[in-house]
């Protein structure tokens, strides 16, 4: 049956949701060796690296619940207002000087102020005249027009993680709305702006939300898919949860790669958790990366992670 849904997968043919529920209780081992076929045929030996900076931090008025940036829950992140194009500067060049292909300006709460949305509009125009790195954005619900105004000044893909299923959604967060974060997707890819979205392992959610989230990004035609893994922070309503097994993150970035064989499904944050790294992930089917540190918890280097990709045998994409 595995062979038969890879055979079907590189014929084009798209897999159902009773083949990749089938896949849940596969041998690990088979899976991530049919994952990786499948990766090798889609994706080659290609990698993908980005890196984030917490360009705004904390007061954010939204209570997801994993998040230690929201006003609801008592955390000690830093906060933070919008960091000055310098600061923002410095770091893109660094990331760049190390062969990092993406950066992105990630800042806190729903959306930002017309007069922060100015400022991101001024930063990011200053970077695409100064820097040789391809430029993301993730600021939050954002309208058709502001997304045409981030693609004039050299934005090329726009990231908003669906994070979990509709069904489990509420459970994570009730202060904005699933088809809200869609909606902010489809304006987005209608400004002509790349797409970047994925969710967070390890939330409570089963494995039907996991598959429900991969085929709603499957038909948002998604194909960049950060993969996180909670690590649950002090202070927010998921403190408790314990971080999922090794395995099991194996186990879900092998069935993301059957229902998207040809995206970058890059792991996120949560990957320090790991003992390996990642390394096993990236023998699942997985081909990207955030590297570096990450909004509020620490990532791993650079340098780490392109000895690993070395040691793997892939190669860093060149954007």
Not at 56 to 72: F, L, P, T, V, W
């Amino acid at each position: 049956m595995l062979e038969k849904i890879v055979r079907q997968i590189i014929a084009g043919q798209d897999i159902s949701r009773k083949e990749a529920e089938f896949l849940i209780d596969v041998d690990l081992q088979q899976l991530k060796q049919a994952a990786n076929q499948i990766r090798e045929y889609f994706c080659g030996n290609d990698f993908d690296l980005c890196s984030i900076i917490n360009g705004k931090s904390g007061r954010c008025s939204e209570d997801c619940k994993y998040c230690g940036q929201s006003i609801h829950y008592q955390t000690k992140i830093k906060v933070y207002d919008l960091l000055e194009k310098e600061i923002i500067e410095d770091i893109a060049v660094y990331n760049a000087n190390q062969g990092v292909g993406r950066f992105s300006i990630v800042t806190s709460g729903r959306y930002l102020s017309d007069e922060e949305f100015s400022k991101i509009i001024e930063i990011y125009q200053y970077l695409n005249n100064r820097v040789k790195i391809s430029l993301c954005a993730s600021l939050g619900l954002l309208n058709l027009e502001q997304f045409n105004e981030l693609k004039a000044v050299g934005v090329k893909r726009y990231h908003n993680n669906l994070e979990t299923s509709r069904n489990y959604f509420t459970k994570i967060c009730t202060t904005h709305s699933y088809d809200q974060k869609i909606k902010t997707i489809k304006a987005a890819k209608q400004a002509g702006l790349e797409i970047c979205s994925g969710g967070i392992m390890g939330m409570g959610e089963s494995w039907n939300d996991r598959l429900d989230l991969a085929f709603e990004l499957k038909s948002l035609k998604v194909n960049s898919i950060p993969i996180n893994i909670l690590n649950p922070i002090l202070g927010t309503p998921l403190q408790d949860h314990k971080p999922l097994a090794k395995e099991e993150i194996e186990r879900i970035i092998a069935v993301f790669r059957f229902i998207h064989p040809s995206a970058v499904i890059r792991m996120a944050g949560g990957r320090g958790l790991l003992n390996d790294k990642g390394m096993g992930v990236y023998k699942s089917g997985g081909n990207g990366a955030i590297t570096g540190d990450m909004l509020t918890t620490q990532g791993i280097t650079i340098a780490e992670d392109k000895k690993m990709i070395k040691m793997l045998g892939f190669k860093v994409n060149k954007i």
